[in-house]
């Protein structure tokens, strides 16, 4: 089963995103802060990571940084992020993010996203 | 001696075992307030963490399914009873309302779906029919973010309310529900529409697709100093050309923000005259208003504006204004730079200034 390991800070957003995934037959781990997301990613390596780009503790661009150092694997990440943060997403693109979603996005949207990814 | 004998002729010892007894009961008193405050704090955060857990837990679940809602939707006692409370409601408003910031799609139809059948409109709409002015502004907040059209005709209204929180959400609202064509309020508008109220409608009309605004000119004529601004600046954004005249009339306002402003915009609408109109109006304007003059006829001034600019360079005291005039010179001819050595020839402040401007162009 593929995991994915999702960041976001918002309960709801967190739920029902994976709600979704898991429906669609992902394996999800959910964190609510960077430094719970970086610690899980070390110990899982997921197949994939979606991370929001504002954080308590560690940023999401730390977490782009962070998964694109683990050389035994390569994984992508999609960001999420805000109206007007064109700037973040241009730096975690420069940090290695593989493709971003903004708020607000549509689950079916964010779906045909992480297949895609998976699928290079 | 003496002193110690007064001292004991008013303080008595069961004065001083009352007053420790006193101070004891007091004390007592103060940490059980502290104490029960702090247990009735954490009962209420528990309790709000509780309701919003099992709130998450169900508009989640409702989100996720990809068909419509059904008519009659199954809650649990749980839920039901969770719903029935005074919180519980304005909590599930308040997860709907930040959840739907951040969906779209059939996520977001579903979150409007669910606030209707959860009879929370009813919520809303009585904050809004509410004459105290924040439950007013929450209540049109509510029911705009729940995309509730039908009640425009009612928020309407309140876009010229005398509360500057009820006439901002109210605005919002309207410009929320009918795009471009909602800024007809601002022919009716006779309050302040401050500068924070301005960025946030141009942010929010920036979304949207660019429309008619056939009123335009009216509100370029406006009694209302900040409809005429907000106006300018709509001219500005979105080019409106035909408006020319108007903005051209600003000019004369007697407010320095307004012919500031116009000044601006007829950078970004500028016909074969408007270096003329500019350079007309030079010498009468304020220092900031002739600061934006000079850089907007660098951006659409030509050859045939070196001799005002040369006129400004020679003339102006401030060194400021100099310095614009030569920038402006650089940019308007493509002899710019020789126009530029010409005049800094004996004269070392020129000089000074050509060589900045050089350094400039080449970084």
């Known amino acids: 089963m593929i995991s994915i390991l999702l960041i976001e800070d918002d309960p709801l957003i967190q739920k029902t995103v994976n709600l979704k995934l898991k429906k669609e037959g992902f394996d999800v781990v959910c964190c609510s802060d960077g430094k719970e997301g970086v610690e ?3 110990e899982l390596l997921p197949d994939i990571v979606i991370t929001d780009l504002m954080l ?5 661009l730390e977490i782009v940084s962070a998964v694109k150092e683990i050389k035994e694997k390569n994984i992508p990440v999609i960001v999420f992020s805000g109206m007007g943060q064109e700037q973040v997403v241009e730096e975690a693109f420069q940090l290695g993010a593989d493709d971003y979603i903004t708020k607000p996005f549509s689950l079916s949207e964010l779906t045909i996203r992480i297949k895609k990814q998976l699928k290079r | 001696m003496h002193s110690r004998d007064t001292f004991f002729r008013f303080i008595r010892p069961e004065h001083l075992y009352l007053t420790a007894l006193f101070f004891i009961v007091v004390t007592f008193i103060i940490v059980t307030s502290i104490y029960v405050y702090l247990y009735l704090r954490k009962k209420r955060y528990f309790l709000k963490q509780f309701i919003t857990d099992r709130l998450d837990e169900y508009i989640s679940t409702i989100l996720i399914g ?9 809650l649990n006692d749980e839920l039901a009873g969770i719903l029935s409370r005074k919180n519980g409601q304005q909590l599930a408003i308040d997860q709907l309302i930040n959840t739907k910031k951040n969906l779209t799609g059939h996520a977001a139809e579903s979150i409007i779906a669910l606030y209707e059948k959860l009879n929370l409109k009813a919520i809303s709409v009585k904050k809004f029919k509410s004459p105290v002015w924040y439950k007013k502004a929450k209540g049109i907040y509510e029911l705009y973010m729940m995309n509730q059209k039908n009640m425009e005709q009612q928020i309407v209204k309140y876009t010229n309310s005398n ?3 009820v006439r901002m959400e109210a605005q919002t609202a309207i410009i929320g529900f ?4 909602g800024l007809s309020f601002l022919s009716n508008l006779s309050y302040p529409l401050t500068d924070w109220q301005q960025i946030k409608l141009l942010e929010q009309l920036h979304l949207l697709n660019p429309d008619k605004m056939d009123d335009l000119p009216l509100w370029l004529q406006s009694t209302n100093e900040y409809v005429v601004l907000f106006a300018l600046k709509l001219a500005e954004t979105y080019q409106q050309m035909q408006v020319h005249a108007e903005v051209v009339n600003c000019l004369n306002s007697q407010s320095e923000r307004i012919r500031h402003q116009a000044i601006l915009t007829l950078g970004r609408i500028a016909q074969d005259d408007t270096t003329a109109t500019l350079k007309a ?3 009468r304007e304020a220092y900031s208003n002739k600061q934006i003059i000079l850089k907007q006829i660098a951006i659409i001034g030509t050859d ?3 001799d005002f600019l040369m006129t400004v360079l020679k003339t102006e ?3 400021n204004l100099k310095l614009d005039a030569l920038r402006a010179i650089m940019k308007c001819s493509l002899d710019g730079d020789k126009i530029v050595a010409d005049a800094a020839d004996n004269n070392s402040v020129i000089t000074a200034m050509a060589k900045q401007i050089n350094y400039e162009m080449i970084k």
């Open chain 1, 40 to 42: 899980k990613l070390k």
């Open chain 1, 56 to 60: 308590p503790y560690v940023s999401g």
């Open chain 2, 66 to 74: 990809e068909d419509a809602l059904p008519e009659d939707l199954l």
């Open chain 2, 163 to 165: 509360n500057e929180y």
């Open chain 2, 178 to 181: 009918s795009g471009f064509s």
């Open chain 2, 281 to 283: 109006i030079y010498a």
């Open chain 2, 304 to 306: 045939d504006d070196i």
């Open chain 2, 317 to 319: 005291a401030n060194d």
